[in-house]
């Protein structure tokens, strides 16, 4: 089986008639302002008066800040005053800022003294100076060696003072924090105490009420069913039956109002023999 070579078509493109790309396209009319001075002239006096149309254009979109240039002097003088005003207020932070991070102390070093040779007194013989009676005037005043280091500067010293008195706000801002605290452990402990107590009085005052409640049915009950107050029906059937009890029925034989006149009255008389 013969070998059959395939053929592989080669495309060569002309680089001569291909459009230019975007940037070398910018990169020629670049070089066409460069070569051309006039050229270049109309183009930046047309950039020119397009920003200054942008910025009438801003200005007058917003009408409550018009431009330096479009005020009084007057105006013009305060809003130059309130920008001075506002810089020395900016520089005075920066300073303050440098001055607050900048904690390296002075040197505690004196500067050196210039030195003066004296010279040095004639030796006086021992026995002059025993016969000789001492004065005020040959006592000499020296200065006393002070054993505690030089002063820090005073901003240190404003510095260690805040710190203190911080440090004692600290203290008692802790103390009332305290303080409060066991004020409120107090008031809840007392607000459960009282809850408890209502609720128990409550429980109380509520089982009275219920007992007075049955107590007074009772009462009720038995006064209609005296046989002045009512009478038995003689019938087979009767009866009432509730909670597995039968009971016989049985007819008032007055009217509401005079029982009710009537039981008022008698309790009343109760009441009043109890009281005596």
Same mark, same amino acid.
């Given at each position: 089986?013969?070998?059959?070579?395939?053929?592989?078509?080669?495309?060569?493109?002309? $680089?001569?008639?291909?459009?230019?790309?975007?940037?070398?396209?910018?990169?020629?009319?670049?070089?066409?302002?460069?070569?051309?001075?006039?050229?270049?002239?109309?183009?930046?006096?047309?950039?020119?008066?397009?920003?200054?149309?942008?910025?009438?254009?801003?200005?007058?979109?917003?009408?409550?800040?018009?431009?330096?240039?479009?005020?009084?002097?007057?105006?013009?003088?305060?809003?130059?005053?309130?920008?001075?005003?506002?810089?020395?207020?900016?520089?005075?932070?920066?300073?303050?800022?440098?001055?607050?991070?900048?904690?390296?102390?002075?040197?505690?070093?004196?500067?050196? =003294?210039?030195?003066?040779?004296?010279?040095?007194? =004639?030796?006086?013989?021992?026995?002059?100076? =025993?016969?000789?009676?001492?004065?005020?005037?040959?006592?000499?005043?020296?200065?006393?060696?002070?054993? $505690?280091?030089?002063?820090?500067?005073?901003?240190?010293?404003?510095?260690?003072? =805040?710190?203190?008195?911080?440090?004692?706000?600290?203290?008692?801002?802790?103390?009332?924090?305290?303080?409060?605290?066991?004020?409120?452990? $107090?008031?809840?402990?007392?607000?459960?105490?009282?809850?408890?107590?209502?609720?128990?009085?409550?429980?109380?005052?509520?089982?009275?009420?219920?007992?007075?409640?049955?107590?007074?049915?009772?009462?009720?009950?038995?006064?209609?069913?005296?046989?002045?107050?009512?009478?038995?029906?003689?019938?087979?059937?009767?009866?009432?039956?509730?909670?597995?009890?039968?009971?016989?029925?049985?007819?008032?034989?007055?009217?509401?109002?005079?029982?009710?006149?009537?039981?008022?009255?008698?309790?009343? $008389?109760?009441?009043?023999?109890?009281?005596?």
């Amino acid at each position: 089986m013969a070998h059959q070579s395939t053929k592989r078509s080669v495309i060569q493109y002309n $680089t001569e008639n291909m459009p230019l790309s975007v940037k070398e396209r910018s990169a020629r009319y670049r070089q066409k302002l460069k070569e051309n001075p006039v050229l270049r002239e109309e183009k930046l006096a047309k950039r020119k008066e397009s920003y200054h149309r942008r910025k009438q254009a801003l200005n007058g979109r917003n009408p409550d800040h018009p431009s330096i240039k479009d005020v009084s002097a007057a105006d013009a003088e305060k809003r130059r005053e309130h920008w001075r005003e506002t810089q020395k207020k900016f520089r005075k932070k920066q300073k303050q800022a440098k001055a607050v991070l900048d904690l390296t102390p002075d040197s505690f070093e004196a500067p050196p =003294e210039n030195i003066v040779n004296i010279p040095e007194p =004639e030796p006086i013989p021992l026995q002059e100076v =025993e016969q000789r009676p001492l004065s005020p005037t040959h006592v000499v005043n020296a200065p006393l060696a002070s054993s $505690t280091p030089e002063r820090l500067p005073m901003r240190f010293k404003k510095l260690k003072k =805040e710190k203190r008195d911080l440090n004692k706000q600290l203290a008692a801002l802790q103390k009332q924090l305290s303080q409060t605290k066991q004020r409120c452990n $107090t008031l809840n402990k007392l607000l459960k105490r009282s809850k408890k107590t209502r609720k128990a009085k409550e429980k109380v005052a509520r089982s009275e009420m219920v007992l007075k409640a049955k107590q007074r049915k009772e009462s009720v009950i038995s006064f209609l069913c005296r046989d002045e107050n009512s009478r038995l029906l003689p019938g087979k059937k009767d009866t009432i039956t509730k909670n597995k009890v039968r009971t016989q029925r049985r007819v008032l034989t007055k009217t509401m109002k005079e029982l009710h006149a009537l039981y008022i009255s008698e309790v009343d $008389t109760k009441l009043c023999v109890l009281q005596t």
